[in-house]
């Protein structure tokens, strides 16, 4: 049931499972079953529905069968990925750890059913922000599964996946990438190009591209695969509202404002209507929301719902995690609006300070997330008359951008602009000069952007470009 092709086969028996009662037959491929009930309520985004018939089956399976039996042990770890995608994360991770031991002490670490709870498991500490631990689980799983399957079995590709949201959120996209497009490539010769797991692959490929600055090919993609998962899934479908949200964001990076703020207000609508307005997604939404609404000039609207959203994040996940260190550093960005007081500007400096230094400790000095916070500290340096200090970050992000994006990449052609501003401010004219027109130059050669976009029209005009982060999915 798991694979995409067996669920019209599965439909039919469906109706019948409750009038049976197979969850407490004594035969095991029926109990499977019911597990395999709980995963297409999952899969089809009913969370609390798959939750609700885990948690009753849970209990029935614990009397009957026992605590440490095999089937019982399985539906434990589909219960954690349910847990995940509800946002309670630490609850999730723990009860995947619990599933894992008991798995690796009565089949072994190797058995593939202990292997697929290893998979959870790894999901589990990339929500909490343990990005490296996950990349590190996720390459013993793959190392122990390809040797028993094969590269193109379903759960070394579902690995394979993995691994590329463990780079992506390292901030390696280009490991992403490799990854992403080698289990893309295999997914589609095997399943078909619109296949469900193969469009998966294809929406988090998109990322990889627009982090890499390949911005129209991402959003052509992205495009493309949401108008196939509306044909195929609906508009309200988990996948379909992901690849509108991310469509969206590709839409406002390109400067298309008005299509993206249209776009991200409807998945906003759709999410807070299927989740409620405390699910971890409509706030990675609302989030995007508060970033068309500044881009859009209604900054006092996207100051407001981006504090509310750090709030929550902050809650779930402590202020420490990546994402609510991600929100707080967007925040600084909205304080500084045109007729902003000083006081925002010196909260905006001092949020920015307290974001770039918790990201250097949380992923590290030079993954962009980091580079982008301190360009963003930087400005709200310079704008409070502080120019020298704001100088020394942005001489140190452009070398660091430049290394890890390239010379050429949106980023690090915004950072190189600001440093010119910053240095006509200083009077050394000559070098600000000749990085200004560098600048101006790589944003007009740029087939992403062109001279018209905003980025290269600030640049042209001498004026300072902030960095908006978009969190990661997981």
Request: hydrophobic content about 35%; proline content about 3%; some cysteine.
């Amino acid at each position: 049931m798991e694979e995409e092709e067996n669920q019209p086969a599965f439909e039919l028996i469906r109706p019948h499972l409750a009038a049976c009662s197979a969850e407490s037959s004594a035969d095991p491929a029926v109990r499977q079953l019911m597990i395999d009930l709980v995963r297409l309520h999952w899969r089809s985004g009913d969370f609390a529905l798959a939750r609700a018939e885990a948690d009753r089956i849970d209990a029935l399976w614990t009397g009957m069968l026992g605590p440490e039996d095999e089937q019982t042990l399985a539906l434990r770890c589909m219960l954690a990925n349910i847990l995940r995608d509800l946002g309670e994360y630490r609850r999730s991770l723990e009860l995947s750890r619990r599933t894992w031991e008991s798995q690796c002490a009565l089949f072994g670490e190797e058995d593939q059913t202990t292997l697929a709870t290893a998979r959870g498991m790894a999901a589990g500490m990339r929500a909490l922000g343990m990005y490296r631990e996950a990349l590190e689980r996720d390459l013993r799983t793959h190392a122990s599964l390809l040797p028993q399957v094969g590269e193109e079995a379903p759960d070394v590709l579902t690995v394979s996946h993995n691994i590329a949201i463990d780079y992506r959120l390292l901030g390696e996209a280009r490991q992403a990438q490799e990854y992403s497009e080698r289990t893309e490539r295999i997914r589609r010769v095997l399943k078909g190009p619109a296949n469900d797991r193969t469009l998966t692959t294809q929406l988090y490929l998109a990322r990889d591209k627009r982090d890499r600055g390949e911005l129209r090919e991402a959003s052509a993609d992205l495009a493309r695969i949401y108008e196939t998962y509306r044909a195929s899934r609906g508009d309200d479908f988990p996948e379909t509202l992901r690849a509108a949200r991310s469509l969206a964001v590709s839409l406002r990076v390109l400067g298309e404002y008005e299509r993206a703020a249209r776009l991200t207000r409807d998945t906003y609508r759709r999410y807070v209507e299927r989740y409620g307005e405390n699910h971890p997604d409509t706030w990675s939404c609302g989030l995007n929301l508060a970033a068309d609404d500044w881009c859009g000039g209604r900054y006092e609207q996207a100051l407001l719902q981006a504090e509310e959203i750090w709030g929550q994040f902050i809650r779930v996940l402590g202020e420490d995690h990546p994402n609510a260190l991600a929100c707080s550093d967007n925040v600084s960005v909205y304080l500084r609006s045109p007729d902003a007081s000083g006081s925002a500007l010196e909260r905006s400096a001092a949020l920015g300070e307290e974001a770039t230094r918790g990201l250097t400790a949380q992923l590290g000095e030079d993954h962009p997330f980091t580079l982008c916070a301190e360009v963003n500290w930087a400005n709200a340096r310079a704008e409070l008359g502080d120019p020298v200090s704001a100088e020394q970050s942005e001489r140190s992000c452009l070398d660091r951008l430049a290394a890890k994006l390239g010379t050429e990449h949106p980023d690090t052609l915004a950072c190189r602009s600001n440093l010119a501003v910053t240095l006509r401010g200083l009077g050394q004219t000559e070098e600000a000069q000749r990085l200004h027109d560098d600048a101006v130059r790589g944003f007009g050669r740029d087939r992403n952007f062109g001279e018209a976009h905003p980025d290269a029209v600030r640049a042209e005009r001498w004026e300072r470009i902030s960095h908006v982060l978009e969190l990661h999915s997981w």
